[in-house]
């Protein structure tokens, strides 16, 4: 990501984004980003690593709160919650490492910790037709399955295996 600052930055300033949700930072506590008039809030790898990782950016001006990392073996998030007149709301970049086999108690505790009302984007690294890839793996099943039993809506990033999960 630091190789991409000048990048995320340009990209913020263009199209005028409130937030942006970052999977693959590939972050250590000794290499980060900062952007003007901007939080960055990042969960890196547990070894102190650069790969996997993930990171949220938001307008300092947006009322929220950072929420506790989520990291496990196979799932690391770095969360925020946004408080508006309606409640709360979750925003979420999480990162599933392809090596690891998620099953549907995996989907499902992650989903639960953001609570009722998310909106969560990244790499699940989990094939399906549902969503755009031109096959159906297993970790694909038990995302959908997981996702169909609770109502959870997706929409593909690039028809791969990048998604937006979100309740409403």
Same mark, same amino acid.
């Given at each position: 990501?630091?190789?991409?600052a000048?990048?995320?930055?340009?990209?913020?300033?263009?199209?005028?984004?409130?937030?942006?949700?970052?999977?693959?930072?590939?972050?250590?506590?000794?290499?980060?980003?900062?952007?003007?008039?901007?939080?960055?809030?990042?969960?890196?790898?547990?070894d102190?690593?650069?790969?996997?990782?993930?990171?949220?950016?938001?307008?300092?001006?947006?009322?929220?709160?950072?929420?506790?990392?989520?990291?496990?073996?196979?799932?690391?998030?770095?969360?925020?919650?946004?408080?508006?007149?309606?409640?709360?709301?979750?925003?979420?970049?999480?990162?599933?490492?392809?090596?690891?086999?998620?099953?549907?108690?995996?989907?499902?505790?992650?989903?639960?910790?953001?609570?009722?009302?998310?909106?969560?984007?990244?790499?699940? =690294?989990?094939? =399906?037709t549902?969503?755009?890839?031109?096959l159906?793996?297993?970790?694909?099943?038990?995302?959908?399955?997981?996702?169909?039993? =609770?109502?959870?809506?997706?929409?593909p990033?690039?028809?791969?295996?990048?998604?937006?999960?979100?309740?409403?």
């Amino acid at each position: 990501m630091c190789q991409h600052a000048l990048e995320i930055k340009l990209f913020l300033q263009t199209f005028n984004l409130d937030i942006i949700l970052v999977s693959e930072t590939h972050l250590t506590n000794r290499s980060y980003i900062t952007v003007p008039n901007y939080n960055t809030y990042y969960t890196n790898h547990p070894d102190e690593t650069a790969h996997g990782g993930t990171a949220v950016i938001i307008r300092q001006n947006i009322k929220h709160y950072v929420r506790a990392e989520y990291i496990h073996k196979n799932i690391k998030a770095t969360s925020i919650a946004i408080e508006d007149n309606t409640g709360e709301t979750t925003v979420s970049a999480r990162c599933c490492p392809p090596k690891h086999h998620n099953k549907y108690d995996d989907y499902g505790r992650f989903f639960k910790s953001l609570g009722n009302r998310f909106i969560d984007g990244g790499d699940y =690294n989990a094939k =399906n037709t549902l969503w755009g890839s031109r096959l159906t793996a297993t970790k694909g099943k038990e995302l959908h399955k997981v996702m169909k039993t =609770n109502s959870l809506k997706h929409t593909p990033f690039n028809k791969t295996t990048h998604l937006v999960a979100k309740r409403s």
